[in-house]
């Protein structure tokens, strides 16, 4: 009963986990396209939006990942492209459904 008690209080203090396979950090992702929407003439880079976000260059290409979407056949309100002439190479709104 004891262990099962402890077991119980340790999930409930432990912080979940926001990240990694199949997690979404939507906070991550909600600063990502703040960013863009802010830069939406200029565009902005990996690098850019890793500082923004505060979050490693890996994770920052991830979120772009996630926002350009479109590939599984699902309906996106906001998704990204990648101009890849640019050095380094920049990202741009492709969707934005806010948008005026």
């Given at each position: 009963?004891?262990?099962?008690?402890?077991?119980?209080v340790?999930?409930y203090?432990t912080?979940?986990?926001?990240?990694?396979?199949?997690?979404?950090?939507?906070?991550?992702?909600?600063?990502?396209?703040?960013?863009?929407?802010?830069?939406r003439p200029?565009?902005?880079?990996?690098?850019?939006?890793?500082?923004?976000?505060?979050?490693?260059?890996?994770?920052a290409?991830?979120?772009?990942?996630?926002?350009?979407?479109?590939?599984?056949?699902?309906?996106?309100?906001?998704?990204?492209?990648?101009?890849?002439?640019?050095?380094?190479?920049?990202?741009?709104?492709?969707?934005?459904?806010?948008?005026?």
């Open positions: 009963m004891t262990g099962l008690l402890n077991e119980l340790s999930s203090i912080p979940k986990r926001k990240t990694g396979r199949g997690n979404v950090d939507l906070a991550q992702i909600e600063k990502a396209k703040g960013l863009l929407r802010g830069r200029r565009g902005a880079s990996v690098a850019d939006i890793a500082r923004h976000v505060g979050c490693s260059r890996q994770r290409e991830r979120l772009l990942d996630i926002l350009s979407g479109g590939s599984d056949g699902r309906q996106y309100d906001f998704t990204v492209y990648e101009d890849d002439s640019a050095r380094p190479p920049l990202f741009y709104i492709a969707k934005d459904a806010q948008s005026p």
